[in-house]
């Protein structure tokens, strides 16, 4: 069974702290996503990868960075976590040009304390 | 700006009780319109993809057309187990994704 794994369900941090949200996926896709996601607001784009050590900016995607090492693993970077980031984050990977849309794992939520 | 925009954003129905739900896009070049469902606390799950005018899907008690300018979710004779939030979103050709708000339907017995 194919996924896309995040490494953590909850988690709880505090002001200021530096946050690494980490994704695995196992289907040999080319592009990684990462999304947030708020009550009324639905999925909103962060940051994403076409390829290795590739990344572009979502629609938002100040306070946050990524980092792409490897194909299968799209790291989200929290430099300094403010409580505005208190939120479900959802990672996706797809195959460049799926009729499928993308996979996603499901979801990490964070709160900041 | 690629716009999607969900109606209604709750449904209530009680089982058997059929309905529709809406959404409307504006996209740069459609490469694709998808439909998700989500369960609570759970990522998006993959439901649908309709690629142009006139296109319709269908699964199980689920169906989804598609015209110019928006796309419905029918669901026929629901189950309590058809309640989740039904995400639509559209891709445009590079490739990502522009999610709506959501439809949360719950279906009583």
């Known amino acids: 069974d194919v996924k896309v794994t995040q490494s953590s369900r909850y988690l709880v941090k505090r002001t200021g702290e530096k946050v690494f949200l980490e994704c695995v996926q196992d289907?040999?896709?080319?592009?990684m996503f990462w999304y947030r996601q708020d009550p009324g607001l639905g999925l909103r784009l962060i940051y994403f990868?076409?390829?290795?050590?590739?990344?572009e900016k979502g629609d938002i995607p100040e306070g946050y960075s990524v980092s792409r090492e490897k194909k299968e693993r799209f790291s989200l970077i929290l430099e300094s976590a403010s409580t505005n980031q208190t939120s479900m984050y959802l990672c996706?990977?797809?195959?460049?040009?799926?009729?499928?849309?993308?996979?996603f794992g499901s979801g990490t939520r964070l709160t900041v304390v | 700006e690629d716009q999607v925009t969900q109606s209604p954003e709750a449904l209530r129905l009680q089982e058997g009780e059929s309905s529709s739900l809406n959404c409307s896009y504006t996209?740069?070049?459609?490469?694709?319109l998808f439909w998700y469902r989500q369960d609570p606390g759970k990522g998006p799950e993959f439901l649908f993809t309709l690629y142009s005018a006139g296109e319709e899907k269908e699964k199980e008690r689920l169906k989804a057309t598609l015209t110019k300018k928006e796309s419905f979710l029918h669901i026929t004779a629901p189950k309590p187990e058809d309640s989740a939030t039904y995400l639509c979103?559209?891709?445009?050709?590079?490739?990502?994704?522009?999610f709506g708000a959501g439809t949360t339907v719950t279906v009583r017995a």
């Open positions: 996706a990977s797809s195959h460049g040009d799926s009729g499928y849309g993308y996979t």
């Open positions: 289907m040999d896709h080319e592009n």
């Open positions: 979103a559209v891709q445009a050709y590079d490739y990502k994704l522009s």
């Open positions: 996209v740069s070049g459609l490469r694709g």
């Open positions: 990868s076409y390829d290795v050590k590739m990344k």
